[in-house]
């Protein structure tokens, strides 16, 4: 089961930003994938993940990939409610 994690950094040098790092993690068959990312790079994520599904010398299946994009498309649509 995927875990999608979020976590905001409030101050950055003194100044007061929101910047969204998120951990996004699967564990399947004796195996972990842990990849992190921020806020602007959701689609970029997404579009790792289909590569790594499509590529046969990795072992991320395509309904691993599935499951993590979900999660990612999630964690957008929670942080859209929020805005």
């Keep these: ?48 993940l289909q590569k790594y599904a499509d590529n046969p010398d990795l072992s991320l299946t395509q309904e691993d990939a599935d499951k993590l994009i979900q999660a990612v498309k999630i964690r957008l649509g929670n942080a859209l409610e929020n805005e």
């Design 1 to 48: 089961m995927p875990l999608d994690h979020h976590a905001d950094v409030d101050t950055v040098n003194g100044e007061d930003k929101r910047n969204s790092t998120n951990v996004l993690a699967l564990a399947t068959s004796g195996e972990r994938y842990v990849f992190l990312y921020d806020t602007e790079s959701r689609e970029k994520m997404c579009e790792l």
